[in-house]
């Protein structure tokens, strides 16, 4: 008789766990850059679709960086495919710009972008340490394609003396341009 109750109550246990599925967590965040490989420099969302003629905006930050007072991020993407609408400076070195400046040039062959971002002065107490975003970029897709983004080797942080800070990750980027 114990038993029998016990087989009652156990299988609708078994049936209701052999009926439920697991949820898969994306763990594909770009900011989450593990800690052997910062600081870093990534693009946010680095995999993008969008219908041909659209935009897509796409941010550039800057992770868990030390005492950071200038950027420089050289970036490729495929000008066939892409075009550069508009490059909003980001929030890294704080809201006010009094204190520092901001300079893209775009270069259409081959379809570079190159964002100069630092602080006036080499004061100490105007470095950065810790994770922000460098820049927002629109792109609008004028042809059907993939074109990747990447950081050239030219991109570097550095300190107040001007002496390069070694970037250990440069992420890649992906923007699919499709046929609506």
């Given at each position: 008789?114990?038993?029998?109750?016990?087989?009652?109550?156990?299988?609708?246990?078994?049936?209701?766990?052999?009926?439920?599925?697991?949820?898969?967590?994306?763990?594909?965040?770009?900011l989450d850059v593990p800690?052997?490989?910062?600081?870093?420099?990534?693009?946010?969302?680095?995999?993008?679709?969008?219908?041909?003629?659209?935009?897509?905006?796409?941010?550039?930050?800057?992770?868990?960086?030390?005492?950071?007072?200038?950027?420089?991020?050289?970036?490729?993407?495929?000008?066939?495919?892409?075009?550069?609408?508009?490059?909003?400076?980001?929030?890294?070195?704080?809201?006010?710009?009094?204190?520092?400046?901001?300079?893209v040039n775009f270069q259409?062959?081959?379809?570079?972008?190159?964002?100069?971002?630092?602080?006036?002065?080499?004061?100490?107490?105007?470095?950065?340490?810790?994770?922000?975003?460098?820049?927002?970029?629109?792109?609008?897709?004028?042809?059907?394609?993939?074109?990747?983004?990447?950081?050239?080797?030219?991109?570097?942080?550095?300190?107040?003396?001007?002496?390069?800070?070694?970037?250990?990750?440069?992420?890649?980027?992906?923007?699919?341009?499709?046929?609506?």
């Open positions: 008789m114990r038993l029998t109750k016990f087989k009652i109550h156990f299988l609708p246990i078994v049936i209701f766990l052999l009926a439920c599925q697991a949820t898969e967590l994306d763990y594909d965040n770009p800690s052997d490989e910062v600081p870093a420099i990534v693009f946010e969302p680095s995999i993008e679709q969008i219908p041909l003629l659209s935009s897509s905006l796409i941010n550039v930050f800057a992770v868990e960086v030390e005492n950071v007072t200038g950027i420089r991020a050289e970036i490729t993407y495929d000008n066939n495919i892409l075009q550069v609408s508009d490059v909003a400076r980001g929030d890294l070195f704080g809201q006010n710009s009094q204190n520092s400046l901001f300079f259409d062959n081959p379809g570079t972008i190159v964002i100069d971002y630092f602080y006036l002065g080499n004061s100490e107490s105007q470095s950065v340490s810790g994770t922000g975003k460098i820049a927002s970029i629109l792109f609008k897709g004028n042809a059907v394609g993939a074109s990747g983004l990447e950081f050239t080797s030219k991109t570097e942080l550095v300190d107040k003396d001007d002496i390069q800070i070694n970037i250990r990750s440069r992420g890649q980027g992906n923007i699919d341009v499709i046929q609506q």
